[in-house]
């Protein structure tokens, strides 16, 4: 009898540490708010927030701005190299992967500001492509192979455009203009040697398997409450 009260003693007490490891966030997405219970034993508060952040994905603001990109990217930067995330596999190489697109991106992007100016500079991005090569090329020499190139992109995007129509009338109507090679240059640069770029670029897909994760380190979760869709 004796030893039966010491065990339901013990089992209490086991219990009574379990619950006490168990604590809760509350995070939300776009739709909806959610509490998730985990063992603080394992991962505190605020790596758990701080992975969600990473799951979330960056944004990274660039455009023809270039002083506004260097701060979009240094903030970025600074909040990724100050997150303090759950020491698991996935989640680490989910950081490196944000970053390594953030680095190629950031330097894609200020070569093609820096081109504006100095053409030349495509060159030294992707040149074992032959597409982005030739783009590239076309846009030193900014005369002849520019205007070839423009043609070639406008019939390249025809081909899956629902109004090729459109496309080649603004093509004819830009090489009929006095500032035909500027205009030329813009939109091969843009629609042209970018696009092909941009394909290289380290892509992350954010298919469901960031949640998946995220979601197998709580003990339990529940939906608080969801918008109408």
């Known amino acids: 009898m004796k030893s039966k009260f010491i065990y339901i003693i013990l089992f209490s007490t086991m219990l009574n540490f379990v619950y006490a490891q168990e604590k809760s ?5 776009e739709l909806c708010t959610y ?7 394992k991962y505190t508060e605020n790596e758990l927030k701080d992975t969600y952040e990473l799951i979330k994905g960056v944004f990274f603001s660039y455009n023809s701005d270039k002083e506004e990109m260097e701060d979009s990217y240094a903030e970025i930067k600074n909040k990724l190299a100050t997150l303090s995330i759950v020491k698991e596999p996935f989640f680490q ?9 953030l ?3 950031y330097e894609a992007k200020l070569i093609q500001l820096e081109a504006e100016d100095n053409p030349r ?7 074992d492509d032959a597409e982005i090569r030739q783009y590239a090329e076309a846009l030193v020499d900014r005369e002849t192979k520019l205007l070839e190139s423009y043609a070639y992109l406008t019939k390249k995007q025809m081909e899956t455009n629902g109004d090729p129509e459109r496309l080649w009338d603004n093509y004819q109507f830009n090489i009929a203009q006095a500032n035909k090679y500027d205009l030329a240059f813009d939109y091969v640069l843009v629609y042209g040697w970018w ?3 941009n394909h290289q670029l380290p892509h992350i897909s954010y298919d469901g398997r960031q949640s998946q994760a995220f979601e197998k380190l709580f003990v339990r979760l529940e939906t608080l409450d969801c918008d109408e869709p």
Not at 121 to 127: E, F, G, I, K, M
């Open 25 to 29: 966030i509350v995070f939300a997405d």
């Open 35 to 41: 509490e998730g219970v985990y063992d603080s034993g």
């Open 93 to 101: 190489s989910l950081l490196d992967s944000t970053l390594l697109y």
């Open 103 to 105: 680095d190629r991106t």
């Open 121 to 127: 500079a495509l060159l030294r991005l992707y040149q």
């Open 195 to 197: 696009n092909a770029v």
